[in-house]
């Protein structure tokens, strides 16, 4: 009888120094958009992407076709979206520029808009001048990550960014939808 006595102690000892079993949120993100330059803003449906049928392997799933006169795939960008818990938390844009000039980036020149699906467009408004990138340039063969956590319009109804970098017409990228 002493040595269940022990046992149900030392056990109850045992539980009562257990970490309690908290849940944590599962944060996860998801490479939604993808964009080139743009010459000019209104050669932006020459520039589509879709399903890469002909592979297996999932780094390939997508191919995305231009006109090399009026795109130049040496600026592109990402546009990932980041997810807390389920909901969204924050949409990142990647610009890379792998152009042998760098690129003017400015607080009060630099516009990001969305496109929803019925074609309505909403200014993505930029988070304070503290928390804005502190470069003033995207130098040859570097990349500039520009995180917003605020959205006018839900993630799943925004068709296109734009993008205008420095608020120079040679640096516009359009972000399309990556097919899935």
């Known amino acids: 009888m002493k040595k269940l006595l022990f046992i149900l102690m030392v056990g109850s000892l045992f539980i009562g120094c257990a970490p309690n079993s908290t ?13 080139i330059n743009m010459k000019d803003v209104i050669w932006h449906e020459k520039f589509y992407m879709k399903l890469n049928e002909e592979t297996l392997d999932d ?5 995305y076709w231009h006109d090399k006169r009026t795109m130049d795939t040496n600026l592109k960008a990402y546009g990932t979206v980041k997810y807390y818990g389920g909901d969204f938390h924050m949409l ?5 520029n ?15 808009v969305l496109i929803d699906l019925l074609g309505s467009s909403y200014i993505i408004e930029k988070p304070s001048i503290t928390s ?7 130098n040859p063969n570097s990349e500039l990550t520009y995180r917003f ?3 006018p319009v839900e993630i799943v109804l925004i068709e296109k960014i734009l993008v205008s970098i420095g608020g120079r017409k040679e640096n516009y990228i359009v972000l399309k939808r990556i097919p899935k």
């Not at 780094?59 to 191919?63: A, K, R, V």
């Not at 792998?98 to 990001?112: A, G, M, V």
């Open 23 to 35: 849940s944590y949120t599962k944060s996860t993100s998801y490479t939604n958009f993808f964009g």
């Open 59 to 63: 780094s390939t799933d997508w191919l």
């Open 92 to 96: 990142e844009i990647r610009v890379i």
């Open 98 to 112: 792998n152009k042998s000039t760098p690129i003017q980036t400015n607080y009060f020149l630099d516009e990001f």
């Open 132 to 138: 804005y990138p502190k470069a003033s340039y995207i």
């Open 149 to 151: 956590s605020s959205l």
